[in-house]
Nanobody, 119 residues
Framework: QVQLVESGGGLVQAGGSLRLSCAAS???????AGWYRQAPGKQRELVAG???????NYADSVKGRFTISIDNAKNTVYLQMNSLEPVDPAVYYC??????????????WGRGTQVTVSS
């Protein structure tokens, strides 16, 4: 079983920065970890994610501003968000595949952390 707990959200002025953290317990498959976001009235969308390729994927809207990383020792996924814009406010969710307690694998999600940007 995997639990994902996000933190680091909050209120920041446009142009500012935040770093989101996602602490994982259990066996998380790190090349499946990623961040999604969902704004009110909109569908959940991929922000950044690891794949089996060398480089992570990023949404076009955040390329050059956001960076996803992993601290393997801490089993924690980060999302560094710079130059935040008024289009970025949303609930940000961490996700990853991981081992289930009774065998097999499943997709796990955190509860989300709110990011608000003031103009």
């Amino acid at each position: 079983q995997v639990q994902l707990v996000e933190s680091g959200g909050g209120l920041v002025q446009a142009g500012g920065s935040l770093r989101l953290s996602c602490a994982a317990s259990g066996t998380m498959f790190k090349n499946s970890a990623g961040w999604y976001r969902q704004a009110p009235g909109k569908q959940r969308e991929l922000v950044a994610g690891f794949t089996s390729a060398d480089s992570p994927n990023y949404a076009d809207s955040v390329k050059g501003r956001f960076t996803i990383s992993i601290d393997n020792a801490k089993n924690t996924v980060y999302l560094q968000m710079n130059s935040l814009e008024p289009v970025d406010p949303a609930v940000y969710y961490c996700t990853a595949m991981g081992r289930r307690a009774l065998g097999g694998v499943a997709a796990y999600w955190g509860r989300g952390t709110q990011v608000t940007v003031s103009s």
